[in-house]
């Protein structure tokens, strides 16, 4: 018997819920009431003009109107009040309407509040289908994976799956979790990682991120990282932080409402009650209603709202062009940019390395070289290494032991009982190893082998230039950066070879990552240079965080990457530095817009309702009508274009030309090609 009294009650007291939130859990029909009820009492008073209209009846009409409206910003007002946050813009119109009713502006009362009270609405719809467009543009995880158990797949939630286990991804379903094609290829749209629509060929053993659509066939894939480590959750949980980064003409903003709101208060007290000492005629209601005039016109909510929905704006438009800032701080600092500097391999070439040449020493042939090289090379994941391990794919495979990585020089090993070294001149010198000194003038990256601490020969690889780098090398500079500098671990002469080819002002090659760090920080010496610098996010991470911005290229499968950069590119084009310079200033723009727009017209309209040429209708439609202009200039970044894209030069693709043959024009009739 309880129970069902406690069922009653409970819907009795939903219904009594229900009938409340007609007024204030929706406040699109507590506005349509309120206009009726206004629209009705100003055709009685204004044009019908009957007799019974007066009074308590017509005072009773236009309060049953305000109070759907005015109550839920009363309610806000006392709120802030008992928390010590006396001035706000809800204390602003709650004073201005309550005022107005005080002098029998009644219709004037309702309008401000009505008005008023449809801009939040509509100003609150602006900003969360901001939010909505951020977050269905990105929520796009996938909610089921077929996972291989028990011999058949059985359909699970992504959480469930543990790394390496194998899963089946059907046409057109998402890709549920990052890891390893187990398929010969498919082909993949990856618009929601990198915004790029054009399908994506992944052949056996690439990686395969999640949130990718497949597109060809039913494959297999071996998961590599759990469901909440992967791309597509990275990237969901970069943007929903991205808003609490404030940028600091957001935050200057809010700073100047807490200062701003009280002196306008102040001053409307001043304008009713100076003019007494001063105005031979003075009225009070007169001037107590140009002072109300002056509070509606002076609220601050078309700055509040409209500066954060901006941010909101670039920071939507730059996850649809495949790129992720960290928040709308640092879409402003990349306005401020003047000084680009870029890592070279992976950044501005394709850090695919080939083969080039083999020179072996007369005591060992070319292919034992090559076995000693391929052993010591073999579990590193460097893309040198990488083409060493191509080449050697068919060769003996032979063993490496007690493998040592010298930092930014090399490899050390032992293989067959012999100490093998592979790597960088520097790593033979500090062994005290000879070898001919000519080697030093090859530009192209080249890789020293030792065996016994004897020099037992070399091999130089080629990188690529990325497709479209030295246009948008060129197209940079139009922008407003004022000088480029290449950084790179390279040899000074392949460094300053690049330099030219691509238009880069300055080149410093052979540093190692902590000279790199070192480098940044002699640019940044001089004030006048604000750095952004562009690298891999995994070898350059330190150098990332210590510039004014660091830019993360194509490493969505990095966390290093996401967790150094404050600006991440989810493809590995340098055109997309273009895009987020374009879309940074873009927001920055609508931005100065809104504030010189509501600013502007607000201290017309103060003016104006404070010399008496203007009454609360205009003063509310000014308020209203700059707000929405202002969230519609905001809203807009979502919908504006930013293509930077272009056709590459013919001769782009090609790989760096070797200039070795001057140095050995003998030893290179046995190049020999991966």
């Known amino acids: 018997m309880s129970d069902c009294c406690s069922q009653n009650d409970a819907c009795s007291s939903k219904d009594k819920k229900t009938v409340k939130d007609i007024f204030t859990a929706n406040p699109y029909v507590s506005s349509v009431f309120s206009f009726a009820l206004l629209a009705i009492g100003m055709c009685l008073e204004y044009l019908v003009q009957p007799a019974f209209f007066q009074g308590p009846l017509r005072f009773s009409w236009y309060l049953i109107a305000y109070i759907p409206v005015a109550f839920p910003v009363l309610k806000n007002a006392v709120k802030s009040i008992a928390n010590g946050q006396v001035f706000n813009e809800f204390f602003l119109m709650s004073i201005a309407t309550i005022g107005a009713f005080a002098i029998g502006q009644y219709s004037e009362g309702v309008g401000v509040m009505l008005f008023y009270s449809f801009g939040e609405i509509l100003q609150h719809a602006a900003v969360n289908r901001a939010r909505g467009n951020i977050q269905s543009l990105l929520d796009v995880r996938p909610e089921i994976a077929r996972v291989f158990r028990s011999n058949k797949f059985i359909e699970v939630h992504p959480e469930e799956v543990s790394v390496g286990e194998r899963i089946e991804v059907k046409v057109g379903e998402k890709i549920p979790l990052d890891g390893e094609l187990l398929s010969e290829q498919t082909s993949v749209n990856t618009a929601a990682i990198t915004g790029e629509s054009k399908p994506k060929t992944v052949l056996k053993g690439e990686e395969i991120l999640a949130g990718s659509i497949n597109l060809s066939h039913v494959i297999e894939m071996k998961a590599s990282r759990a469901f909440a480590e992967s791309s597509i959750s990275k990237i969901v949980e970069l943007v929903q932080n991205a808003n609490s980064n404030k940028a600091k003409t957001e935050l200057l903003m809010r700073k100047l409402a807490k200062v701003y709101t009280p002196i306008v208060t ?11 000492f001063f105005v031979s005629d003075y009225v009070f209601t007169e001037w107590l ?19 954060p ?65 391929a052993a010591v090379e073999q579990k590193s994941t460097h893309p040198i290494a990488k083409a060493i391990q191509n080449y050697s794919e068919n060769s003996e495979t032979w063993e490496a032991r007690n493998v040592k990585e010298i930092h ?28 001919p000194h000519e080697i030093a003038d090859i530009p192209e990256t080249t890789i020293l082998i030792s065996i016994s601490g004897e020099f037992a020969g070399y091999v130089i690889v080629a990188d690529a230039y990325k497709d479209n780098v030295a246009e948008s090398i060129r197209k940079i500079k139009t922008q407003g950066i004022e000088e480029i500098i290449m950084l790179s671990g390279d040899k000074q002469k392949l460094t ?27 640019i ?16 350059d991470a330190p150098v990332l965080i210590s510039s004014d911005i660091g830019v ?10 996401i967790e150094s950069a404050d600006v991440v590119l989810q493809t590995d084009e340098p055109l997309k530095f273009l895009t987020a310079l374009n879309i940074s200033k873009a927001t920055r723009k609508i931005i100065w817009q809104n504030i010189v727009l509501a600013l502007g017209v607000k201290l017309i309209v103060m003016a104006f309702g404070a010399f008496g040429y203007a009454n609360l ?33 013919a001769n782009n693709n090609k790989p760096i030309k070797s200039s070795a043959e001057e140095a050995f024009p003998s030893e290179l009739a046995v190049e020999k090609n991966a």
């Open 266 to 276: 102040y001053l409307a007290i001043a304008i009713t009650v100076l003019p007494y």
């Open 289 to 307: 209603s140009r002072s109300l005039i002056f509070l509606v016109i002076s609220c601050p909510c078309a700055l509040i709202v409209s500066i």
């Open 309 to 373: 929905l901006g941010y909101f704006g670039g920071i939507g438009a730059a996850s649809k062009n495949g790129i992720l800032f960290k928040g709308g701080d640092f879409l402003d600092q990349l306005t401020k940019i003047n000084t680009l500097v870029v890592d070279k391999t992976g950044t501005l070439t394709k850090g695919v390395f080939q083969l080039k040449t083999i020179v072996s020493e007369p005591y060992i042939s070319e292919s034992e070289l090559m076995n000693y090289l």
């Open 408 to 435: 930014g020089k090399g490899l050390k090993a032992e293989v067959k009982g012999k100490a093998v070294s592979a790597g960088s001149a520097k790593l033979l010198e500090e062994a005290g190893i000879t070898f």
């Open 496 to 522: 300053e070879k690049v330099a030219r080819d691509l238009g880069i002002d300055e080149a410093r090659g052979g540093l190692l990552p902590e000279e790199k760090l070192r480098a940044v920080k002699e």
């Open 524 to 539: 940044q010496a001089d004030r006048d240079k604000k750095v952004a610098f562009i690298g891999d996010g995994i070898n």
């Open 552 to 561: 993360a290229m194509g490493a969505m499968g990095s966390d290093l990457a």
């Open 617 to 649: 209708w205009i003063a509310v439609f000014s308020d209203v009508g700059v707000a929405l202009l202002a969230i519609a200039n905001a809203v807009r970044l979502q919908q504006m274009k930013f293509d930077t894209s272009s056709h590459a030069a």
